[in-house]
């Protein structure tokens, strides 16, 4: 199959996807006159197999809307790898340049790795000497990027004296402290109070990216005991539902 060279070409072959999928018996569907530059693009490209040969779109009239025409062997690709889950699609979302290998790298997890083989995996041996740029400049932008794609992983230093000696990836799970069972650990993801609430958190030091434990609750779970930075905090029911973490699987 000929590699696609844009991002656009991907997002307009994931929509095509939808269309099939809605109307598969259909042999030609309506685009907007925005996706002129992608259609033309797809006419040149080759689509290709052991015993088939053929272009993503055979045909294209442009006029109000773009008609464009696609053979039964293109539909059966678009549905197979473009429905917009996918995995080339969900790459295709992603903005940082380090995110794709990120996201190979994550399809068996819980993955430990130490900086070093890290580094050799994304091709940066020669940059970044110490790990508080690495960590920094590549990994979390990395895992903010994939959390856009629902892909959520926790990363857990492990340190022999004060050297990191390995990174563990581990996938997490985000809920709200209300859900959250005794004892569980979690990084606060987003806060979705409004004042007043929102600043008598953040004077807790209830912020994003924050570590925080579940320490107990009420039985009629009315109230929650939570521990952030070595602080035991008090919440209310509604306040611990408005604080969303990921939770270590």
């Not at 656009?8 to 996706?35: G, H, M, R, W």
């Not at 773009?66 to 790898?81: C, M, T």
Request: positive net charge; aromatic residues 8%; hydrophobic residues 40%.
């Amino acid at each position: 199959m000929e590699v696609l060279n844009t991002k656009e070409s991907i997002f307009l072959l994931s929509k095509l996807a939808t269309l099939v999928q809605e109307n598969p018996n259909n042999e030609s569907y309506f685009l907007e006159n925005s996706y002129k530059d992608e259609v033309n693009d797809l006419l040149n490209k080759i689509v290709s197999s052991d015993n088939l040969k053929t272009h993503w779109i055979c045909w294209a009239k442009f006029e109000d809307m773009i008609e464009v025409g696609i053979n039964k062997h293109i539909k059966q690709v678009l549905l197979e790898k473009f429905k917009p889950n996918s995995g080339i699609v969900k790459i295709a979302r992603l903005k940082n340049s380090y995110s794709p290998k990120f996201f190979e790298l994550f399809k068996t997890l819980p993955l430990k790795i130490t900086p070093e083989a890290l580094k050799r995996e994304l091709g940066i041996v020669d940059k970044y000497e110490r790990y508080y740029d690495f960590k920094k400049k590549v990994i979390l932008p990395s895992l903010n990027d994939l959390e856009k794609i629902d892909i959520n992983v926790n990363l857990i230093e492990i340190k022999e004296g004060k050297k990191i000696t390995y990174l563990l990836f581990k996938q997490g799970e985000k809920m709200r402290v209300n859900e959250m069972k005794i004892g569980e650990v979690g990084i606060i993801k987003k806060i979705t109070a409004t004042e007043p609430f929102k600043s008598r958190l953040f004077s807790l030091g209830i912020v994003k990216g924050e570590k925080l434990r579940l320490l107990k609750h009420t039985i009629a779970k009315n109230t929650y005991e939570i521990e952030v930075n070595k602080s035991k905090i008090a919440l209310r029911n509604e306040e611990a539902k408005m604080i969303i973490v990921e939770v270590e699987k």
